[in-house]
């Protein structure tokens, strides 16, 4: 069974920092392309970024307001996958999902997400 | 970035009845490779987004046939031939062929 564990959300202070982790166990995590994607309270979904296999060449990519700010890493031994927010704003609060996904099969997981809250 | 415009934004719909939500698209969704990566998720209230289609039409294992996706370029609609209790939720379109990837605003489906 495919499962994905987010952890290490919070409240933090504007201007302030939080990582983010991602358990992963179930499927080749190695092979798999991974994505954070978050939902502010009452809002729709919003792309933070994915990270591609190292065999696809490991790179990441980032939706523009988190660009800078945000770095996404993973750890393959451990099937780990993180999210380094930094320079966190007001505009960062919400809920932070861990999510996998093939575009050609049936193949789409998600966490169940992690709150951080972004307040003085 | 992609603009994706769903329509409408919130759907009153008896039981047993059939619903209907359409995707607009800011270009063209055909990738190079001849796909077209538009995506449905369904989201129910408290609970994560699951996916229900992918590729326009493929419905994801266990999704219920009354489920259905069509469409093509910009233009794309999800359907349920009859809506049932546990269908009540929002519901995004997502496009995966420009990054960053975008989401719709999401359709509301209640029960009337």
């Known amino acids: 069974e495919v499962q994905l564990v987010e952890s290490g959300g919070g409240l933090v202070k504007p201007g302030g920092s939080l990582r983010l982790s991602c358990a992963a166990s179930?499927?080749?995590?190695?092979?798999?392309?991974m994505s954070w994607v978050r939902q502010a309270p009452g809002k729709g979904l919003e792309w933070v970024g994915r990270?591609?296999?190292?065999?696809?060449?490991?790179?990441?990519d980032y939706a523009a307001p988190v660009r800078g700010r945000f770095t996404i890493s993973r750890d393959d031994s451990n099937n780990m996958l993180f999210l380094q927010m930094n320079s966190l704003k007001t505009d960062d609060t919400a809920v932070y999902y861990c999510?996998?996904?093939?575009?050609?099969?049936?193949?789409?997981?998600w966490g169940q997400g992690t709150q951080v809250t972004v307040s003085s | 970035d992609v603009v994706m415009t769903q329509s409408p934004l919130s759907l009153p719909v008896a039981l047993g009845q059939p619903a209907s939500i359409s995707c607009r698209s800011g270009?063209?969704?055909?990738?190079?490779?001849?796909?077209?990566?538009l995506n449905w998720y369904q989201q129910r209230p408290g609970q994560s987004p699951r996916r229900l289609i992918y590729?326009?039409?493929d419905r994801d294992s266990g999704v219920p046939d009354r489920f259905s996706g069509s469409g093509s370029g910009t233009d794309f609609t999800l359907k349920i031939s009859r809506v049932e209790a546990e269908d009540v939720g929002t519901y995004y379109c997502?496009?995966?062929?420009?990054?960053?990837?975008?989401f719709g605003q999401g359709t509301k489906l209640e029960i009337k």
């Open positions: 999510s996998t996904r093939s575009q050609v099969t049936s193949f789409d997981h």
């Open positions: 990270i591609v296999s190292k065999v696809d060449g490991g790179t990441t």
């Open positions: 270009q063209s969704l055909l990738y190079s490779d001849g796909h077209t990566y």
């Open positions: 997502m496009q995966g062929t420009h990054w960053p990837y975008t």
């Open positions: 179930g499927f080749a995590f190695r092979d798999a392309w």
């Open positions: 590729t326009v039409s």
